[in-house]
């Protein structure tokens, strides 16, 4: 880490179980990625109530390049004596971890990819006055649509540029889209 890891305490004892628990657990966390800029973990008791025993709850956030910034927090059940503090960190760094990996991969371009998630054109132009407009498939072709044809109603929501799925029938001028889904944000494509 870039950044020495900040811990704070609220309401809890500061004990050296503790504070090598959070370090050690932190630690580790760069074998997952090491472009880690900060680690801050926040440990702290909720109200004290007779009935509730000491809930506990523990916030981490990790900043990874470029602006990424991933959070886990984790509360012990209310009643629950069982979930001491050592167990909500335990919950919490193991949530963490589980971002971090997906992120990882993420970054490595290990993500699986799935046909039926993936955009196989891009509005190129639209007429929203007259309800229509254009696709183009991945192999260059221009393919008309109707506003009938965008799924969940979201041709007002339709950007030149919006990656999209769509399946293709012939219409009567040519091919045509019959159903349009939207996949990637304007520019994603």
């Known amino acids: 880490?870039?950044?020495?890891?900040?811990?704070?305490?609220?309401?809890?004892?500061?004990?050296?179980?503790?504070?090598?628990?959070?370090?050690?657990?932190s630690s580790k966390l760069e074998r997952f990625s090491d472009h880690?800029?900060?680690?801050?973990?926040?440990?702290?008791?909720?109200?004290?109530?007779?009935?509730?025993?000491?809930?506990?709850?523990?916030?981490?956030?990790?900043?990874?390049?470029?602006?990424?910034?991933?959070?886990?927090?984790k509360n012990s059940t209310e009643g629950?004596?069982?979930?001491t503090l050592p167990i909500?960190?335990?919950?919490?760094?193991?949530?963490?971890?589980?971002?971090?990996?997906?992120?990882?991969?993420?970054?490595?371009?290990?993500?699986k990819k799935h046909p039926a998630q993936e955009a196989n054109a891009m509005v190129s132009r639209m007429f929203r006055d007259e309800n229509y407009g254009f696709i183009k498939s991945l192999d260059g072709r221009d393919i008309y649509f109707h506003r009938n044809s965008v799924v969940n109603n979201d041709f007002d929501r339709l950007e030149v540029g919006t990656g999209v799925r769509f399946v293709e029938e012939e219409g009567d001028r040519g091919p045509q889209a019959s159903t349009v889904q939207i996949i990637d944000k304007t520019g994603a494509f």
């Open 88 to 111: 909500v960190l335990k919950d919490a760094f193991s949530a963490l971890e589980r971002q971090l990996k997906k992120l990882a991969e993420q970054q490595r371009g290990k993500t």
């Open 36 to 73: 880690i800029i900060s680690c801050r973990v926040a440990v702290e008791r909720l109200h004290r109530h007779q009935q509730t025993g000491q809930p506990f709850r523990v916030r981490i956030e990790l900043s990874i390049p470029p602006g990424h910034e991933l959070v886990a927090d």
């Open 1 to 25: 880490m870039r950044v020495p890891l900040e811990i704070s305490y609220r309401n809890v004892e500061k004990t050296d179980y503790i504070e090598n628990m959070i370090r050690e657990k």
């Open 80 to 83: 629950n004596i069982h979930n």
